[in-house]
């Protein structure tokens, strides 16, 4: 109790200051900078309940799902072939810069490939613990500083496109907190039944199937808002480890250029989008940004980007790469571990049979 009282109060002061310096989405930069900060300075615990930060996403996922755009579905074929063409440039480039980065850092290529892939934490994570000749925590190291660089980067690029929203007081119901209540046991369930990142989707799932009832549905507060960003900031600020930072410096390096590499080449992507979709620069950065869904979900909503489309392009990029790249990289490596199976058996073999001929 004693370090998740001390990891809020540091992320009350860290949301506050930046609030006071208008740094873009404070509430959750500013928790992650001090919260970083403090775990290589503060000698005792910090802890944060995963609890929390789930909770946090359900509230984003109800704020998301209020202010989806039903419309998107009537013309999604056009857009799934976009989200398709784009993955696939994606995929193939985070490829390419990890052959480069494995040269350079003499990190195996299979570790690098699973830590340059822009997929989400826990998952790619759990994948990776069930591979054979992989860098765990080198995988866990470059996914966490991509997440970290691309929270932390990618506001200051979309800050000056942000779109004002109302700031009109919006009073805290007994309807809303029911609303949200229920989300959350919705998204209980959800995870129980497996689905994917439950406390995000199960919530936007729920308030789109309430709009189609033409349930009345009052926007989010700010207050709760700005919560939900103060209980992912956490979460996030606590995932560097200061042992994270006794990996060789070619590893540390290689994650932070690996990082930087897949946000410039989003940002060149997401032109693309905006030519051909004719979104704004904001929407089309945040659709195709490495982030994780709940982060861009939420700068989205922070910075009045269309976040229809971000969520959409993100939870398909999600399950892109874990319905078709995973699937094929595991292939690929026992395939190639089966085939050099196979030669050293051979190459046994015919030493056997020159033995015997001796």
């Keep these: ?49 995963a609890n929390l930060r789930d909770f946090g996403l359900v509230i984003l996922g109800v704020a998301i799902g209020e202010q989806f755009n039903l419309s998107l579905f009537s013309g999604i074929g056009m ?3 976009y989200m398709l063409l784009l993955n696939i440039i994606l995929i193939a ?3 390419v810069l990890a052959f480069a980065l494995s040269k350079w850092s003499k990190l195996s290529l299979k570790s690098m490939i699973l830590g340059t892939i822009p997929g989400g934490l826990g998952q790619i994570i759990i994948f990776a613990e069930e591979e054979k000749n992989v860098n765990l925590t080198a995988i ?7 997440l970290i660089l ?21 009073p805290v119901t007994f309807s809303l907190v029911f609303l949200i209540l229920l989300a959350w046991g919705c998204s209980y369930v959800a995870q129980r039944l497996k689905m994917p990142i439950a406390y995000f989707l199960a919530p936007i799932l729920l ?7 033409s349930f009345d ?30 990996l060789p410096y070619r590893y540390l390096v290689a994650g932070i250029l690996s990082a930087l590499g897949l946000i410039a080449l989003t940002f060149g992507s ?13 929407t089309s950065f945040l659709s195709t940004a490495p982030g994780g869904i709940d982060q861009m979900g939420l700068l989205a909503d922070a910075i009045g980007a269309d976040v229809s489309i971000v969520s959409i392009f993100q939870v398909f990029r999600l399950l892109f790469i874990f319905l078709i790249v995973m699937p094929a990289i595991q292939f690929f490596y026992n395939f190639a571990a089966k085939k050099r199976e196979r030669k050293l058996l051979e190459e046994l073999d015919q030493k056997q049979e020159v033995a015997v001929k001796c």
């Excluded at 700005?226 to 992912?232: D, E, M, P, R, V």
């Design 140 to 146: 866990t190291y470059f996914h966490i500083v991509r």
């Design 207 to 213: 308030i789109i199937a309430l709009q189609l009832t």
């Design 270 to 282: 997401s032109y693309i989008v905006s030519y051909f979709l004719d979104y704004s620069f904001a």
């Design 93 to 95: 480039s985070s490829v």
């Design 150 to 170: 691309v929270v932390v980067v990618i506001p200051f690029i979309v800050s000056g496109h942000m779109i004002s929203k109302s700031t009109a007081h919006i």
């Design 79 to 81: 857009l799934l072939l």
């Design 217 to 246: 549905l009052a926007p989010l507060p700010s207050p709760i808002m700005n919560g939900a960003q103060l209980l992912i900031g956490a979460h996030i600020g606590l995932l560097l480890k200061p042992h994270m930072i006794k």
């Design 1 to 49: 109790m004693k370090g998740m009282l001390t990891v809020l109060g540091l992320s009350l002061v860290g949301g506050f200051l930046f609030s006071l310096l208008n740094i873009p989405i404070p509430w959750m930069l500013g928790p992650i900078f001090v919260i970083i900060i403090a775990q290589f300075l503060y000698k005792g615990t910090l802890l944060w309940s």
